[in-house]
């Protein structure tokens, strides 16, 4: 009986378990080399479950726990490895220091 109770318990919490939450960051790159280093800054986030960059659109499609991560943390990983967002801009040498191809043209911004 409290083998069918455990059962219960475990199947109730992962069918009520919380997914995470998805956002789109607008992140600045151009090739698959930006796509590969992007995302696995991203991944690095402790939290970060998913995380793919559409190179066309310049956006990363990120899944979190909010519980220990915010975007704006995944956001500062991803500017560590030389991409801008709208909200965190990478440190020059950091972006002099990508591949020629990866070179994207910045984005004009106060933020740092």
Not at 44 to 49: A, M, Q, R
Not at 57 to 62: A, C, E, F, S, T
Not at 69 to 88: F, M, N, P, S, Y
Not at 98 to 106: E, G, I, P, Q, V
Request: proline residues 1%; positive net charge.
């Amino acid at each position: 009986m409290m083998l069918v109770a455990a059962m219960l318990f475990i199947g109730m919490t992962s069918l009520f378990a919380k997914d995470g939450k998805t956002e789109e960051i607008n992140v600045y790159g151009n090739c698959s080399m930006c796509k590969v280093r992007i995302e696995k800054a991203a991944k690095s986030v402790e939290g970060v479950t998913k995380a793919t960059w559409d190179a066309t659109r310049k956006m990363l499609k990120v899944t979190y726990d909010d519980t220990k991560t915010t975007a704006l943390k995944i956001e500062e990983a991803i500017a560590k490895v030389g991409h801008d967002t709208d909200h965190v801009k990478a440190d020059q040498k950091t972006y002099d220091a990508l591949h020629a191809c990866c070179k994207y043209d910045r984005p004009v911004s106060e933020k740092k």
